[in-house]
């Protein structure tokens, strides 16, 4: 498998439910992101991991939880979410973290909280 | 503070048609940038990018031109396929805070036959 694999692609969860999201990276990158997309907004960065330790932490809410185990794996913990969590959840990686770096993106997890 | 600034969609074509599609920036520095496409169902792809003033991007038969001038980087195709349908946003990395993206809104292309 090559690129950034994301899973699930679709998940569905009540406001009481504990998920997790998982992405993989598959390019031999150092850095990792979170990206939550949502409808007629911008992509909105949530979290960046370089060489497995946190970097930004975009003043996300604490019921998002990240986890970066080793350079190809990062994880969103998910908890007690709000419907207007509601999002496609985009992980992408890069080479560095550098101005001219190039992110590579995965085909996101579309979240619906009930 | 840094921002992207897109043409709103849908912008909607005729195959062969050309393609313009405007993208402003405000930045310090010299910022990279970048067009991303993502087509139905998917995530992001890179399209093209350019990192510094006057330089070119090109990629599938679109271009884009880093303008310092004007600070743009409009996105331009000249003749357009069915299968060029999607939404395209351009980005910035600021050379000043290195991690992040900047993404504009997006703007969604439909090109009919």
């Known amino acids: 498998e090559t690129g950034v694999t994301q899973t699930p692609r679709h998940l569905v969860m009540g406001m009481t439910n504990k998920k997790s999201l998982k992405c993989e990276q598959h390019?031999?990158?150092?850095?990792m992101y979170w990206y939550k997309q949502s409808a007629k907004k911008p992509l909105e960065l949530m979290f960046v991991?370089?060489?497995?330790?946190?970097?930004e932490n975009n003043s996300v809410p604490s019921r998002f939880s990240p986890e970066c185990p080793n350079s190809s794996h990062l994880f969103l913990h998910l908890h007690t979410l709000q419907p207007e969590d509601s999002a496609l959840y985009l992980c992408?990686?890069?080479?560095?973290?550098?101005?001219?770096?190039?992110?590579?993106f995965g085909p996101g997890t579309r979240l619906t909280v009930l | 503070g840094d921002s992207v600034t897109q043409m709103e969609g849908p912008v909607t074509l005729s195959e062969e048609a050309f393609l313009t599609i405007n993208c402003t920036y405000t930045?310090?520095?010299?910022?990279?940038l970048f067009w991303y496409v993502q087509y139905p169902g998917e995530g992001l792809q890179l399209l093209l990018k350019?990192?510094?003033?006057?330089d070119k991007g090109s990629n599938k038969g679109f271009e884009a031109t880093y303008r310092k001038e004007t600070t743009s980087f409009h996105l331009e195709k000249g003749s357009v396929q069915v299968s060029d349908s999607a939404v395209y946003f351009c980005?910035?990395?600021?050379?000043?805070?290195?991690?992040?993206?900047?993404f504009g809104t997006g703007t969604r292309l439909q090109v009919f036959p």
């Open positions: 992408a990686s890069s080479q560095g973290s550098g101005s001219t770096d190039t992110q590579y």
């Open positions: 390019l031999g990158h150092n850095a």
């Open positions: 991991y370089n060489f497995k330790e946190q970097t």
């Open positions: 930045a310090t520095g010299y910022p990279s």
């Open positions: 350019a990192t510094k003033a006057d």
């Open positions: 980005a910035l990395s600021a050379a000043s805070n290195t991690d992040k993206l900047i």
